[in-house]
């Protein structure tokens, strides 16, 4: 398992001032069979891409959604590489609208329960619940969240497996997923009785730094959404006054990973409740 945070802000756009919705998707690194740390270094936000292509041979890519899961990383991976691909083999007519997030939340609660029946199918009785996992769609079609959630009370397996659906309303704060999720409600509360600031990204990194769950460690990952699509983001530290941003992904360095020629690998980074935004580089 892990914990997933979703989080709805507002940001002024620095060019004209006018203020925009932004998703913030966090969550941590670490996969747990038992009590066996399986690895720290696992992708549980990507980007859902979309294209359209039409009889005139062109093809058209819409702003990505996010996605984000807590559970089984095999059903999840394999419920999202199904998914993106039906969603890259779309189909119509010039000037076709995206589509939108419920309708792509529904495509991957469809392959969701096929994925979870063929693993569920092959495991003993007793491992079942190893196959389950929860996810959430975001994006906007304007201004939408949805959730994609398997709230599973049937005996498994079963020809009855039902993905439940629905939207998730963000106006209230923070939605959560995962067994870390009261460790987190815990920790969010503390954060404010302190004064501290408790958005998904400090509350995460405190649960990291103070390993309450075994399942719940390694890195803090972090994305945002908006009206112009998805972005993996790094997070800004602060020393000594100075912002100190890293081109990294789950701890590994971009600047030691091979490089195309003529470019560099850069991402963008947000400030630690400071409302700082910059795209940071390797050098």
Do not use: W
Not at 62 to 90: I, R
Not at 150 to 162: A, G, H, I, M, R
């Amino acid at each position: 398992m892990t914990i997933l945070s979703v989080e709805l802000n507002k940001l002024v756009n620095p060019d004209n001032g006018h203020p925009f919705d932004v998703v913030y998707i966090c969550a941590d690194s670490r996969v747990t069979r038992g009590q066996t740390v399986t690895t720290e270094l696992a992708p549980k936000i990507l980007p859902v891409h979309m294209a359209v292509g039409n009889k005139h041979g062109e093809r058209h890519y819409f702003p990505p959604y996010g996605f984000g899961f807590a559970g089984s990383v095999l059903s999840a991976s394999l419920t999202h590489g199904v998914a993106e691909h039906c969603l890259m083999a779309l189909f119509g007519d010039r000037g076709s609208v995206q589509p939108t997030v419920e309708e792509v939340a529904r495509i991957y609660a469809f392959v969701a329960e096929s994925q979870v029946r063929e693993i569920g199918a092959r495991l003993p009785m007793e491992d079942a619940q190893a196959a389950l996992f929860e996810a959430v769609v975001c994006g906007f079609s304007p201004d939408t969240t949805r959730e994609l959630h398997e709230p599973f009370t049937l005996p498994y397996p079963s020809p009855d497996l039902q993905v439940r659906c629905h939207e998730v309303d963000l106006s209230g704060g923070v939605f959560r997923i995962g067994l870390g999720a009261n460790e987190f409600d815990k920790a969010r509360a503390e954060m404010s009785a302190n004064g501290e600031n408790p958005t998904c990204v400090n509350v995460i990194e405190k649960l990291l730094e103070q390993q309450l769950h075994q399942s719940v460690g390694g890195y803090l990952q972090a994305a945002t959404v908006d009206p112009s699509g998805f972005y993996q983001v790094e997070l800004i530290h602060y020393t000594d006054r100075r912002a100190i941003p890293d081109a990294k992904y789950l701890g590994i360095d971009l600047a030691g990973i091979p490089r195309p020629k003529n470019f560099k690998f850069g991402q963008r980074a947000i400030g630690d409740g400071r409302g700082q935004t910059q795209i940071v580089t390797t050098h």
